[in-house]
């Protein structure tokens, strides 16, 4: 171990940000960019029917899951299970997060770019008078070029590595406080806009309204992968942050609150976009386009646009920031506590590699690699599916395992309730869903899509 005490960690300041960190680490463009697709992709309502019953009874206990590993062992994704359970192979779940956190972050760095990009065209005035066509055409051609897009992922990798180094708390904690909620607001502005369009309830009808003849076992994966996704768990960011907060705070009701929170703004995004896509007859499953190509054009259509898509954008990038603040930060943690490097070094080397794996992706997103397959996926294809939706699922399968059956009840009692402070009236509700619902939910979700059970 690298010789870490628990006192000698940075941790959290405030309750407030705690939430904020984690809130930060799980709003981001999983929620404005990967969701809306993921609905339209996956036939609308039905996908957000069970999108929300994996939030709830899997979602929330592998966080509240995390949350408990990283507080007790005050360690990073590997060390905690090396440290409360020593000489066993737990520690790989950990492993598996970390390899996670890379590949999500090279395909994720590539989005994140594509924001720094918006962001310099809403300055130009560079959505104009232009149609959806038009819009989506931009963008097409943006992503596919062979130097743009790898540009704008250099520098956000590096502005991601810039506040790593700062630290937990004068980096992370101090730019989620402010800039969350004004994202909140400036997405209910969206709203407003976009369901007063004419035609906008045909939207709001895809959204809400379930079909539940489009459900087969590939959209519930990716309602599996994407509830995982969205909360940043399965892969130890949310057990790093653990380990960041004070002993005093309430576990159980923080993961209740994060959730809440990251659940909320997925919909909100889902109420701008959608009202929108069907006024302007732009097609609900074009991928990864969809939300840079609708919402220039929803702000077109109001006072104002040129400044509301200006922050928009400039708030997109900075809620991905955020989130990958946390990516980077679960392999930092690890490298420089189990390797005894500086978290300089630490932070170097991992952005080179992510920068590499993440290059890799952009290229392939229509650029020269285009063509180049494995198992039929591209590599940005690739990445994603391993990640999200098989990665993602199993490492949180494992990790409450961990907690419901290896962990020890004593221990877990003991950070459920910070040392008695509080009288846990819930724990035995939440244990149930730990220890049998979110595990048997999670291996149910996988044996119907190796096809060994069919329900869909
Ligand atoms: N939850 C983040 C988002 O929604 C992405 C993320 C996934 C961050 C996993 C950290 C770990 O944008």
Redesign the pocket.
């Known amino acids: 171990m690298a010789g870490i005490t628990p006192n000698k960690r940075d941790s959290f300041g405030s309750k407030f940000g705690v939430i904020a960190a984690a809130a930060g680490?799980?709003?981001?463009?999983?929620?404005i960019w990967?969701f809306p697709y993921e609905v339209g992709n996956n036939g609308g309502g039905a996908f957000l029917v069970f999108y929300l019953i994996f939030v709830i009874l899997i979602g929330i206990p592998v966080m509240t899951s995390e949350f408990i590993i990283g507080r007790n062992a005050q360690r990073n994704a590997i060390g905690s299970f090396k440290f409360i359970k020593p000489g066993k192979p737990w520690f790989l779940i950990g492993i598996m997060g970390i390899g996670a956190?890379f590949m999500?972050f090279a395909f994720?760095g590539s989005v994140a770019g594509w924001t720094l990009e918006y962001i310099f065209q809403a300055v130009k005035n560079g959505f104009a008078e232009k149609s959806p066509a038009e819009l989506t055409d931009q963008f097409d051609t943006f992503v596919s070029h062979p130097l743009r897009p790898v540009i704008w992922q250099v520098i956000f990798i590096a502005l991601t590595a810039g506040v790593v180094l700062a630290g937990v708390k004068n980096g992370i904690e101090k730019y989620t406080k402010i800039l969350m909620p004004l994202l909140l607001v400036i997405i209910l502005i969206l709203i407003i806009r976009s369901v007063t369009l004419p035609g906008a309830g045909e939207g709001l009808k895809f959204l809400f309204k379930p079909d539940f003849s489009k459900i087969t076992g590939s959209v519930i994966l990716s309602a599996l992968g994407q509830a995982f996704?969205?909360?940043?768990?399965g892969?130890g960011?949310i057990i790093t942050y653990g380990s960041y907060i004070n002993k005093k705070n309430n576990l159980g009701s923080t993961a209740i609150q994060v959730s809440i929170a990251?659940t909320l703004i997925a919909i909100l995004a889902g109420v701008a976009i959608f009202p929108a896509v069907f006024a302007f007859g732009i097609n609900p499953s074009q991928g990864e386009g969809l939300v840079f190509v609708t919402i220039p054009n929803i702000f077109q259509q109001m006072p104002g646009g040129y400044f509301f898509t200006l922050i928009f954008f400039i708030l997109l990038a900075v809620?991905?920031l955020t989130?990958t603040i946390?990516?980077l930060e679960v392999i930092v943690a690890y490298f420089s506590e189990e390797y005894k490097i500086s978290r300089k070094k630490a932070t170097l080397y991992s952005s080179l590699i992510i920068l590499v794996l993440g290059v890799l992706c952009t290229l392939s997103n229509g650029g020269v690699l285009a063509e180049f397959k494995i198992f039929g996926r591209n590599i940005w294809g690739l990445l994603e599916f391993t990640s999200a939706d098989i990665l993602?699922p199993l490492g949180g399968l494992f990790i409450v395992i961990f907690v419901g059956f290896a962990m020890g009840s004593k221990r877990v009692k003991e950070e459920l309730t910070s040392q008695g402070t509080f009288k846990g009236k819930l724990i035995p509700l939440l244990m149930f869903l730990v220890r049998f619902i979110a595990p048997i939910g999670i291996a149910l979700v996988f044996l119907n899509i190796i096809g060994l059970l069919n329900f869909g």
Do not use: E, P, R
Not at 25 to 30: D, H, R, Y
């Open positions: 680490s799980a709003v981001g463009l999983g929620n990967k956190a999500i994720y996704f969205s909360l940043s768990l892969m960011t990251d809620a991905a989130s946390s990516l993602l």
